[in-house]
Structures are given as structure tokens and as C-alpha cells.
């Protein structure tokens, strides 16, 4: 199995920058693409960013780009998303995911595992 903990989540002002974390463990954890996933209160879940296992390769909801950096640390088994310029509009509860491939996926369901999410609220 994998377990994934996030951490990170906050209470910010509009403009204002975090940054969320994700740590891997467990036995089937190993080579696997990860992402970040939101929803926002009577909201769906949606994709936010997925990055491939290796690092090299990323991708973004447009809603994000530009703001957003998605990296990770194989060594630590750490994945992390810089969060910039953040606006009103981000606040939700952001999930982190694992997938049994080395390539990223902007498809929920095409995640096996998942972390239970960590509030991030964007003030006006």
C-alpha cells in the first residue's frame, strides 16, 4: 500500500504565497507520478497539477499556470506545490495523489492512491 500525507494548508491573503507538501510511504511506493487535486465546497474535484516520476515532465490546469510549480524529491519522497499570487478563488481543500505509472494524468480516476487533503483559504 502507499500513504500519502500532506501538509502545508493555511489561511493567506489574497497575493500571498504557500506552499503545500506531500510525503510518500509505504511498500508499494516507489516509482510513481503524483499530482494535486482541489475541490472547493459544493465543488467537484479538480485537477490542479501532476508532475511524471522522474521530474522531468509537468503539467497545469490553465487555472494555475503561471502561479503554480509543481517539483518534487525522489530521495525524500516528497512532493511539493509552490503556490503563488494566490487568489479568493483557490480556496479549497487540496488533495495529493499517487499513480502506479511513471507519467502524469490530469484524470482523477486514474490515481490509486490519495492523501486526505489540507485546507488552503485565500482571503479577500
Known amino acids: 500500500q502507499v500513504q500519502l500525507v500532506e501538509s502545508g494548508g493555511g489561511l493567506v491573503q489574497a497575493g500571498a504565497s504557500l506552499r503545500l507538501s506531500c510525503t510518500g510511504s509505504?511498500?508499494?511506493?516507489?516509482?510513481?507520478?503524483m499530482g494535486w487535486f482541489r475541490q472547493a465546497p459544493g465543488k467537484e474535484r479538480e485537477f490542479v497539477a501532476s508532475?511524471?516520476?522522474?521530474?522531468?515532465?509537468?503539467v497545469y490546469a490553465d487555472s494555475v499556470k503561471g502561479r503554480f510549480t509543481i517539483f518534487r524529491d525522489n530521495a525524500n519522497r516528497t512532493m511539493s506545490l509552490q503556490m503563488n499570487s494566490l487568489k479568493p478563488e483557490d480556496t479549497a481543500a487540496y488533495f495529493c495523489?499517487?499513480?502506479?505509472?511513471?507519467?502524469?494524468?490530469?484524470?482523477?480516476?486514474?490515481?490509486?492512491?490519495w492523501g486526505r487533503g489540507t485546507q488552503v483559504t485565500v482571503s479577500s
Open positions: 495523489a499517487a499513480r502506479q505509472y511513471l507519467d502524469w494524468s490530469k484524470e482523477a480516476r486514474f490515481y490509486q492512491y
Open positions: 508532475i511524471s516520476w522522474t521530474g522531468n515532465s509537468a
Open positions: 509505504g511498500p508499494s511506493f516507489g516509482r510513481n507520478a
